[in-house]
Each structure stands twice: as C-alpha cells, then as structure tokens.
C-alpha cells in the first residue's frame, strides 16, 4: 500500500524545527524518528503515532483513532488517526506532539 506523499510533507514540516528526526521507509510507510526511536508515521493516507501504553489507551476512545495492525496482531503502545482526525494542520500537530513526549522520555538510540 502506497503512502500519501502530502501527509508525509506535512509530517516533515510539523518536525522541521524538532531536533534529531531522521527519515526512514518501514512498514510500507514513512516514518520519523527522534534520536533513533520511532515516534510517528506515514502508513496508506494515516498517521501512525507511538504514544505509549497509556496514550495509546486513551487515544483509541477517540474518534478517527484505531489500533496499528499490520499483521493482523495489532501493535501495542501505537495508534493509526484516519484521515479525518488529521485533516487541519493543528489536528496533525496535536498527535505529533503526544508522540513526541512519549518518545523524548525515552534512551536515545
């Protein structure tokens, strides 16, 4: 599954100013991380975001917000926001920011 290139763009221009983000292809996606750890994702026309046990938790009774499955057993501590709950540019800034506090309390790689 392809991902969506302006989703990505608009990830890199979220991140810009962040230090320490690097890009990766994983997943079939594009994915950002934060000193070696991944935080988020671009996956099909979605955010993947890594938010933590209890972020991840929290997000899921959210609208637009379901478990990152793809294998078919979902992966824990992470979330796929569809399109709708990303689709004004402070939506996207809002679940980059989550995974960034969840993944700057973690050892740098």
Known sequence: MPF???LAARVRDALARTRGVTEKTMFGGRCFLLHGNLL???WGDGLI???GPAGAEDALREPHVR???VTGRP???WVVVDPDGIDG???LRAWID???AFVRA???K
């Open 4 to 6: 969506d290139t302006s």
């Open 106 to 108: 973690l050892p740098k």
């Open 75 to 77: 992966m824990r501590n």
């Open 49 to 51: 975001a890594r938010l």
């Open 67 to 69: 478990a990152f499955d």
């Open 40 to 42: 988020v994702g671009v």
């Open 98 to 100: 989550r995974a960034v």
């Open 89 to 91: 540019d402070a939506q």
